[in-house]
Structures are given as C-alpha cells and as structure tokens.
C-alpha cells in the first residue's frame, strides 16, 4: 500500500516537470513566482556521496569491532563494548543531530577555518556514528554463527589465528555482514532529523565542506508549509518515491551479489 500510494502521488509531479528536467536539474526553487525550477540533481548527489562516505567510515569500523567482539575480545571487555553499542542504538537521532550541531560543526568551521561548519562533512561524521550499532550488532551474529568446526579445521591446517579469521571465518559470514551493510545503508540514506541540524540544509551541488540538503531533508524542511494540491507538494512526494527506488535498488543489487558469490562459492 505504501508503494501504490507513494508512486500515484509521485507520479503527477514528474509528468508535469519532465522526467530529465527532475532528475538531473540543477536548481531547486519551488517557490519562486517567476521563475520556479525542481531539479533534484543536488538532492540526488548529495545522498549518494552523504551515504557512500557514511559507508565507506562505519563499515569497517563497524566491522572490525564485530570481529573483536566476536573473536578476540575478553568477556569483561566484550560486555563493556555491548552496553556502549546498545547505548548508541538507543540515542534518538535528533540528539545525534544536537550534538553534532554543538560539537561537531564549530569543531569543522575552526579547524578549516571555514564560514560555516555545517557541511557535507559534518553530515557524513554523524550518519557513520549512526550505522554503527547495526553493523556491529549484525556482523556479530553472524561471525557467531560460524560452525566453530571451519576455525578449527583451519587453525588444525596450520593458519594462524587472524588468518582462520579473515579467510574463513569472514568469507563464512557474507550474507550476514552483507545484511548489516544493507541496514547501515538504509538508516543513512534515509535518516533526516539528525542530518537536517548538521548539513546546512541548503540546495547545493555536493561539496565536503559546502553546506547541502538531502532528499529526506527536501521533504523533511519544506512538506510543512508547501500547500495541498501545489507542485511543490508533489514534487516532494515525487522525491520520496525517487528515495524508496533508490533502496529498493540497493537491495536488489546486494541482494543479486551476494547471490552470485554464493554460486561461484
């Protein structure tokens, strides 16, 4: 029902504007009486390098503290890191955004001695925090699963310990640590809140340190003043349906990926 409803209030706005002049159009101005443009372009870019950087952060990370947690840590230890990560998990997303706005923006604005810290930056420091009770949560379980019979027959073959680890005990956990991306993908790309109070939320083409707007804080900072029935008003559904293809596609992708690894396997 959410897709039925999201693609007829999606659709109107695209006919309207024009497939290539929504998409790849530059200029966002709904609300300009003369000369009103809904290109979502920078939106789009936005998303991808907000979310691909958040990634590219907190998935090894993340990773890497499952592979402790699971492998090497001592319980004690083990049990001090679980609390810190579900106490993460728990944190409401706007006091991530609190923070980050209080600590993490001037702390970019002084240290590149920049106008204004709120920036694509900021955004991707925050988004990749944010992933990380996911990702670690996941891959764990999955390294857990691991049948200890594979670990013991490679450490018996001669391999070290952090070799039985990489080469058997990761490729072994695939599908589940493949999950947990997909999850911090989903959370990044759809998280708002938090972003809004950290990026600047200003209609930019992409830059690292230039402040930019999502497409879920598109919808997030202008649904509540643009009017019933109007264009802008559509087009904001037009860009959430643009968001729910975009996941959709990121799971068919890895989904199809880990699919082949496994027939290759």
């Not at 504007?17 to 790849?24: A, I, Q, T």
């Not at 966002?28 to 789009?44: H, Q, R, S, V």
């Not at 058997?168 to 599908?175: E, I, T, Y």
Request: aromatic content about 8%; hydrophobic content about 55%.
């Amino acid at each position: 029902l959410i897709s039925i409803y999201l693609i007829i209030s999606g659709i109107p706005a695209i006919r309207e504007v024009g497939l290539v002049d929504f998409l790849f159009g530059q200029r966002w101005a709904p609300t300009n009486k003369t000369d009103p443009a809904y290109g979502i372009l920078p939106f789009i870019l936005t998303s991808i390098y907000g979310t691909a950087g958040a990634v590219l952060v907190g998935v090894p990370v993340g990773l890497m503290t499952a592979i402790y947690l699971s492998k090497c840590a001592p319980p004690k230890v083990a049990a001090v890191i679980h609390t810190a990560v579900e106490l993460l998990a728990g944190i409401p997303s706007v006091v991530y955004g609190l923070v980050g706005m209080i600590v993490l923006v001037p702390a970019i604005r002084k240290l590149f001695d920049l106008s204004s810290g709120a920036s694509l930056l900021a955004a991707i420091i925050v988004l990749a925090i944010m992933i990380l009770p996911s990702i670690i949560n996941v891959s764990e379980n999955a390294l857990n699963a691991v049948p200890k019979e594979y670990e013991e027959a490679s450490l018996a073959l001669g391999a070290t310990k952090i070799e039985t680890i990489f080469k058997v005990s990761l490729p072994a956990a695939r599908s589940g640590v493949a999950t947990a991306v997909v999850l911090g993908v989903g959370r990044a790309i759809g998280e708002a809140m938090a972003i809004i109070m950290v990026s600047g939320n200003v209609a930019n083409m992409p830059g690292l340190f230039t402040s930019v707007r999502f497409l879920t804080t598109a919808i997030a900072s202008e649904m509540s003043y643009a009017a019933a029935g109007s264009l802008q008003r559509q087009a904001l559904f037009s860009i959430g349906l643009v968001l729910f293809l975009f996941i959709m596609l990121i799971n068919v992708v890895l989904n199809v990926f880990i699919k082949n690894k496994k027939e290759g396997a």
